[in-house]
């Protein structure tokens, strides 16, 4: 009885161990092409905290640099942002960090107040997967599943990814168990030129009003950093695509007023910042390259400096220990994309 007992524990074990590292194996590892999917998790690798987070889709973490921010005023950030990042979903990214530091300042990008409901599963997992465990994620799954999700797939990701054996590559096994280094504090790097021009003028809508589901996870921003002590800043992204109506701009700045929270929208703040688009985007006017990046993070780190009074943490030796190595990083990756871009005419690499 006892052998058939250690018997069936070992069995057990070896199909647990082998359905462990299949999934490990199967599934996407983001570390070529489209990367954003590892943004998630590296935040849980960091080792200081930081006065501002920052939250939101690709209009923040393509166009602010907190590398740019620390090099500038000493400012600690971090862009907790995914592709497509629902409200929601930066709301939960919010919650979960809370658990782990307590910033000053929360930056939330309101280009995302135009979803109301869920848009696609690549982008939920893109944004999800890579979150730890805990009520704050199974929540953030629930209101992020589309028709067709299981939620049994996001705690057994191998149901999802079972079919991904033809896509295999050596990256795929050699980062089963460790991660390639995408961001910088959570910035995604591009130093490619490609001039905005002929950006289409929007659409006239039906319905200018922002939905219920996306106020109701607004207020509960603002509710959860009130409860903490945080400043929200709202912000939209100097960003000349997708298009951002008047109409939705006034909404912002009266939501901003009643609540008692900054707005600050940047596309009426262009000349300030010094964005010239024929050379400080890589797509069109889509997003900043480094160059309209780091520009703008000048611009907000001042402003944040301002208003807020955040310390700068340059002066103090362990965390000035931490970002020397961060800096490092920076500029190594610059050099190197810069290489690439003189060699192809393009980043293909990053």
Same mark, same amino acid.
């Given at each position: 009885?006892k052998?058939?007992?250690? +018997?069936?524990?070992?069995?057990?074990a070896?199909?647990?161990?082998?359905l462990?590292?299949?999934?490990?194996l199967?599934?996407?590892?983001?570390?070529k092409?489209?990367?954003e999917?590892?943004?998630?998790?590296?935040?849980?690798?960091?080792?200081?905290?930081?006065d501002v987070?920052?939250?939101?889709?690709?209009?923040?973490y393509e166009n602010?640099?907190?590398?740019?921010?620390?090099?500038?005023?000493?400012?600690?950030?971090?862009?907790?942002?995914?592709a497509q990042q629902?409200?929601?979903?930066?709301?939960?990214?919010?919650?979960?960090a809370?658990r782990?530091?307590?910033p000053?300042?929360?930056?939330?990008?309101v280009l995302?107040?135009?979803y109301?409901?869920?848009?696609?599963?690549t982008?939920? +997992?893109?944004?999800?997967?890579?979150?730890?465990?805990?009520?704050?994620?199974?929540?953030?799954i629930?209101a992020?599943?589309?028709?067709?999700?299981?939620?049994l797939?996001?705690?057994?990701?191998?149901? +999802?990814?079972?079919? +991904?054996?033809?896509d295999?590559?050596?990256?795929?096994?050699?980062?089963?168990?460790d991660?390639?280094k995408?961001?910088?504090?959570g910035?995604?790097?591009r130093?490619?030129?490609k001039?905005?021009?002929?950006?289409?003028?929007?659409?006239?809508?039906n319905?200018?009003t922002?939905?219920e589901n996306?106020?109701k996870?607004?207020?509960k921003?603002v509710?959860?950093c009130?409860?903490?002590?945080?400043?929200?800043?709202?912000i939209k992204a100097?960003?000349?695509y997708?298009y951002?109506?008047?109409e939705w701009?006034?909404?912002m700045?009266d939501?901003?007023?009643?609540?008692?929270?900054?707005?600050?929208?940047f596309l009426?703040c262009k000349?300030?910042?010094?964005?010239?688009?024929?050379?400080d985007?890589y797509?069109?006017g889509?997003?900043?390259?480094?160059?309209?990046?780091e520009?703008?993070?000048t611009y907000?780190?001042?402003?944040l400096k301002?208003?807020y009074?955040?310390?700068?943490?340059?002066k103090?030796?362990?965390?000035a220990?931490?970002?020397?190595e961060?800096?490092k990083f920076?500029?190594?990756m610059?050099?190197a994309q810069?290489?690439e871009?003189?060699?192809?005419?393009?980043?293909?690499n990053?």
């Open positions: 009885m052998k058939k007992v250690i +018997r069936s524990t070992l069995v057990v070896f199909i647990g161990v082998t462990f590292l299949l999934q490990r199967l599934m996407p590892k983001y570390v092409g489209v990367v999917g590892a943004l998630t998790a590296e935040y849980y690798q960091e080792t200081t905290d930081h987070l920052m939250v939101g889709d690709c209009e923040v602010l640099s907190p590398i740019k921010m620390w090099e500038d005023y000493g400012i600690t950030s971090y862009i907790r942002g995914s629902l409200i929601w979903q930066s709301y939960a990214m919010l919650e979960d809370l782990y530091e307590k000053k300042v929360v930056v939330f990008n995302a107040m135009k109301d409901q869920p848009q696609k599963e982008y939920n +997992r893109m944004t999800l997967d890579g979150m730890r465990w805990s009520k704050t994620k199974i929540d953030a629930n992020s599943m589309c028709e067709g999700e299981s939620f797939s996001y705690v057994f990701p191998l149901l +999802r990814y079972h079919s +991904r054996w033809s295999l590559d050596s990256d795929d096994v050699r980062y089963m168990f991660s390639k995408i961001s910088h504090n910035y995604y790097m130093v490619d030129e001039a905005a021009e002929d950006i289409p003028k929007g659409k006239a809508l319905n200018y922002f939905g996306a106020y996870y607004l207020d921003m509710k959860l009130k409860e903490n002590d945080i400043k929200l800043v709202l100097p960003s000349l997708p951002w109506y008047d701009d006034r909404q700045e939501y901003a007023k009643k609540n008692q929270v900054e707005y600050i929208n009426k000349e300030q910042v010094g964005l010239d688009f024929k050379k985007t797509d069109g889509l997003h900043l390259n480094l160059s309209g990046a520009k703008l993070s907000f780190g001042n402003w301002q208003n009074g955040l310390e700068d943490h340059r103090d030796a362990d965390i220990k931490v970002y020397e961060k800096v920076y500029n190594d610059k050099q810069y290489k871009v003189e060699a192809f005419g393009k980043v293909v990053y």
